[in-house]
């Protein structure tokens, strides 16, 4: 499916930042708004509600986890569920490069719509020259 609109890809270090209010925050509620407004499309992978899921899980608890899943499934996103097409996709990026395989389903649904990944992972900077990115800051520890 081929959309008219700018397309973004919201990886799960983007949907956490928007989430916990981190800095970036803003660009990703901007990026929302103009969403809802039918101005772009957003897409975010099957996987990273899992993430969020179990991360929040870890960090906090399973209620706080399903409250977060449930805050993405209302925002003005597109859930993309795996295909056969992501699958294979993934699979390829996966072989070629040393990233998780949440970042490969991230990365394939990026290529997919030919979308802008929105992240704050350095883990795709092994792999930026293949997707379109923008950077969120990075957290200093």
């Keep these: 499916m081929k959309e008219d609109k700018e397309i973004f890809i919201l990886d799960t270090s983007a949907l956490l930042t928007f989430i916990e209010d981190e800095e970036g925050s803003e660009y990703i509620e901007n990026l929302l708004i103009r969403a809802e407004k039918g101005d772009v499309a ?75 990944l929105v992240h704050k992972d350095p883990e795709f900077e092994k792999i930026s020259p293949t997707v379109k990115e923008f950077r969120l800051p990075y957290k200093i520890h």
């Design 42 to 116: 957003i897409y975010v992978a099957f996987i990273s509600l899992t993430e969020v899921f179990y991360i929040t899980a870890k960090g906090k608890d399973e209620s706080e986890a399903l409250k977060r899943v449930k805050l993405i499934q209302s925002l003005a996103v597109r859930v993309e569920e795996s295909n056969e097409n992501l699958n294979v996709r993934a699979g390829a990026i996966k072989a070629k490069n040393r990233i998780s395989i949440a970042d490969a389903y991230i990365a394939a649904l990026c290529q997919e719509h030919n979308g802008i």
